[in-house]
């Protein structure tokens, strides 16, 4: 019966719209780059990386999330990284990708612009008659809003491969309006916008994430559901949420599958999706999280093909 489902989730064309390039690092080309690069793990192999993945919360997850990524260096290292997630997108069916990217892990290491750059490009421009794909470059919300500022200024010459600016890392405690100058930098800049809001943070995050920062799809969103009024305005307005719910299960934002709120907010007339968010870390990429939250929750054929459809309604 699963083996049906997941042949049917994997015919449905799909975008995926929240997933974070970093968190695409499997185990196996994690210990690959670091000896590559002659980078030393505090992990034996990579099943130990693995046992170390039981995270209690998103900052948890962060810490080792930030430590693997100093394995990337050089453009053949986010090439491959890449490479290896768009091959498993096309195997699930997904036609249009719009990846987050976060220049500031990757900078902080000593890594320049042109170094990762050059690997995305040259990846997706391989992959490019199978799927379309762009990228979104985020702002770490724990850095002060000038670093996000001077990370837009390094990304002038690379316009043509960024879609939009997005806002994620550490959520609780960095409310959105703390990057009202970014964005409207980033809007001069010809880009689109999102943030992540409303996943551990409050309703009042995605509140801000709207009338702030003018963000045009809500990363997350499923705190939402605590403000009836802001629900409301998300059905009348039909903002994008890109919920993710393997991950809202790794992070304890629910305790079990079978309590995640999605066919609620697809009931409720919210415009939700399903994405993978960082899915070497949590479980599954996007044709998982279709699968598990469908078996998890009894959701219809018609239920995933309104997730799909919408998904790829809100694709920039």
Not at 242 to 254: D, E, F, Y
């Amino acid at each position: 019966m699963e083996e049906d489902l997941a042949d049917f989730v994997r015919e449905l064309p799909k975008a995926e719209l929240h997933v974070h390039i970093e968190g695409t690092l499997e185990p196996e080309l994690m210990f690959q780059l670091a000896a590559r690069n002659g980078v030393a793990l505090p992990f034996a192999t990579a099943d130990h990386v693995r046992q170390a993945y039981q995270f209690t919360d998103l900052q948890s997850f962060l810490d080792i999330y930030y430590q693997a990524a100093s394995v990337l260096k050089t453009p053949e290292d986010f090439y491959d990284l890449m490479s290896a997630y768009l091959d498993r997108a096309i195997a699930d069916g997904v036609k249009r990708a719009e990846i987050f990217f976060d220049p500031q892990t990757h900078t902080v290491n000593g890594v320049s612009f042109k170094h990762f750059m050059t690997g995305f490009a040259a990846a997706q421009g391989d992959k490019g008659g199978s799927i379309e794909s762009a990228l979104i470059l985020c702002f770490l919300r724990h850095l002060p809003e000038n670093d996000a500022l001077a990370t837009l200024q390094q990304a002038e010459p690379y316009l043509d491969q960024i879609v939009a600016i997005g806002l994620d890392s550490s959520e609780v405690g960095y409310p959105p309006e703390k990057f009202e100058r970014a964005f409207r930098r980033g809007r001069e800049m010809g880009l689109r916008s999102v943030a992540h809001a409303g996943e551990e943070g409050p309703p009042e995050y995605i509140w801000s994430a709207l009338d702030v920062l003018n963000a045009e799809r809500i990363d997350h969103g499923v705190r939402c559901l605590e403000d009836p009024v802001l629900v409301k305005r998300l059905v009348e307005e039909q903002v994008p949420l890109t919920v993710c719910p393997q991950s809202n299960l790794k992070l304890r934002v629910v305790n079990r599958l079978s309590d995640h709120p999605l066919l609620r907010m697809l009931d409720l007339g919210l415009n939700v999706s399903v994405h993978s968010d960082d899915p070497a870390y949590f479980g599954g990429y996007v044709g998982q999280n279709y699968v598990a939250t469908a078996s998890a929750l009894g959701a219809s054929r018609e239920a995933l093909r309104a997730l799909a459809s919408n998904s790829l309604a809100s694709a920039f």
